[in-house]
């Protein structure tokens, strides 16, 4: 068996678990952009429905 063939058997599982990783990392980015969606929603929501609430954002100049 040439180096080359024997380096690119013993790389492909290192390969794997990189691209296996990326794709977790990728994931996880996934689920939090959903959750933050998800928790804009629900203060959009509160805001909207409770007339207490207001943006502060512009009081203060």
Do not use: C, K, W, Y
Not at 21 to 27: A, K, N, S, V
Not at 44 to 53: L, N, S, W
């Amino acid at each position: 068996m040439s180096l080359s063939r024997r380096s690119a058997i013993f790389n492909r599982p290192v390969e794997r678990a990189a691209l296996i990783d990326e794709i977790t990392h990728e994931l996880a980015a996934i689920e939090s952009v959903g959750t933050l969606e998800e928790t804009l929603a629900a203060i959009r929501e509160q805001r909207a429905t409770d007339p207490a609430m207001t943006d502060t954002d512009d009081a203060t100049e």
